[in-house]
Nanobody, 122 residues
Framework: QVQLVESGGGLVQAGGSLRLSCAASGRTFSPAGTGWFRQAPGKEREFVAAVTWNSGSTLYADSVKGRFTISRDNAKNTVNLQMNSLKPEDTAVYYC???????????????WGQGTQVTVSS
């Protein structure tokens, strides 16, 4: 059974940076896609970014394009999310998830981590 564990969240001032990591443990890890999602208080969970495990192709939500970068390290079974120029509206719990597809649709993801809190102060 593959388990996903996120790390790297914290408190940062607006304009700052954070790097989130999603580490997979367990049996052989080779999903079609791994994505990052976020959920702010009182809001629905939303797509942030996704990367394919094989080719490294990426997808981004419009709200984070140019500021966030998703990458994968196949040797370490890790997917990272580099977040720059953070804004207060980026405050949320960030989750990584895996999917047998390469998609922005939350319904396409079937394995989730426990989440990590990101708080951006103004």
């Amino acid at each position: 059974q593959v388990q996903l564990v996120e790390s790297g969240g914290g408190l940062v001032q607006a304009g700052g940076s954070l790097r989130l990591s999603c580490a997979a443990s367990g049996r052989t890890f080779s999903p079609a896609g791994t994505g990052w999602f976020r959920q702010a208080p009182g809001k629905e969970r939303e797509f942030v970014a996704a990367v394919t495990w094989n080719s490294g192709s990426t997808l981004y939500a419009d709200s984070v394009k140019g500021r966030f970068t998703i990458s994968r390290d196949n040797a370490k079974n890790t997917v990272n999310l580099q977040m720059n120029s953070l804004k207060p509206e980026d405050t949320a719990v960030y989750y990584c998830a895996t999917s047998p597809y390469f998609t922005v649709q939350i319904s396409g993801y079937n394995r989730w981590g426990q989440g990590t809190q990101v708080t951006v102060s103004s």
